[in-house]
Antibody
Framework: QVQLVESGGGVVQPGRSLRLSCAAS????????MHWVRQAPGKGLEWVAV????????YYADSVKGRFTISRDNSKNTLYLQMNSLRGDDSAVYYC?????????????????WGQGTTVTVSS | QSVLTQPPSVSGAPGQRVTISCTGS?????????VHWYQQLPGTAPKLLIY???NRPSGVPDRFSGSKSGTSASLAITGLQAEDEADYYC????????????FGGGTKLTVL
């Protein structure tokens, strides 16, 4: 079945780095744009980053631009999020999600498959 | 402050109809970009409920419907059930933020 499984979360000190992974199965990973979305404790959803199906384009939320890097390895069906210079407000559950098909004029597709999330806690 | 504005909470009795609004601006919903809606049950990952303004993924009951007009969108839930108690989020694209998807702040639905 279609599945996304995140890993790599944990407790990390401010200023340190962490890399999250998202393993995909049950669908043609290389055909889909992929996103990271996060949710701080008790807060709403915050979009983090997107990477196109072939890795040719990447975009980031202003809150993580210059610190986080999204990447993918289509040969391994895996999405990554490299997080550097972590801060306390980066503490959240991080979800990966696939984006459904859409026309450019529509702006975006719905995020139709989500992982279960991995928790990142930034604390000294 | 979220780019898309939702009411923090709504409530309704079983069997009733409730609506959740999502207000944007000329750089997102008002520019004609699609709106998507998600349901998040307590302790679980979000689930796509409505995509491209008014389309339901397979398996989503037709009690859920979406609409869009001008700079706003709405999610309607009819025949409210206890299992509908959850957080609901709208999402769109914003042309003023490079490549950016934007979420509403979320609405907590309480079934009385």
């Amino acid at each position: 079945q279609v599945q996304l499984v995140e890993s790599g979360g944990g407790v990390v000190q401010p200023g340190r780095s962490l890399r999250l992974s998202c393993a995909a199965s049950g669908f043609t990973f290389s055909s889909y744009g992929m996103h990271w979305v996060r949710q701080a404790p008790g807060k709403g959803l915050e979009w983090v980053a997107v990477i196109w199906y072939d890795g040719s384009n990447k975009y980031y939320a202003d809150s993580v631009k210059g610190r986080f890097t999204i990447s993918r390895d289509n040969s391994k069906n895996t999405l990554y999020l490299q997080m550097n210079s972590l801060r306390g407000d980066d503490s959240a559950v991080y979800y990966c999600a696939t984006e459904g098909p859409y026309n450019i004029s529509s702006g975006s597709g719905g995020l139709d498959v989500w992982g279960q999330g991995t928790t990142v806690t930034v604390s000294s | 402050q979220s780019v898309l504005t939702q009411p923090p909470s709504v409530s309704g009795a079983p069997g009733q109809r409730v609506t959740i609004s999502c207000t944007g601006s000329s750089s997102n919903i008002g520019a004609g970009y699609d709106v998507h809606w998600y349901q998040q049950l307590p302790g679980t990952a979000p689930k796509l409920l409505i995509y491209a303004n008014n389309n339901r993924p397979s398996g989503v009951p037709d009690r859920f419907s979406g609409s869009k007009s001008g700079t706003s969108a709405s999610l309607a839930i009819t025949g409210l059930q206890a299992e509908d108690e959850a957080d609901y989020y709208c999402q769109s694209y914003d042309s003023s933020l490079s490549g950016s998807r934007v979420f509403g702040g979320g609405t907590k639905l309480t079934v009385l």
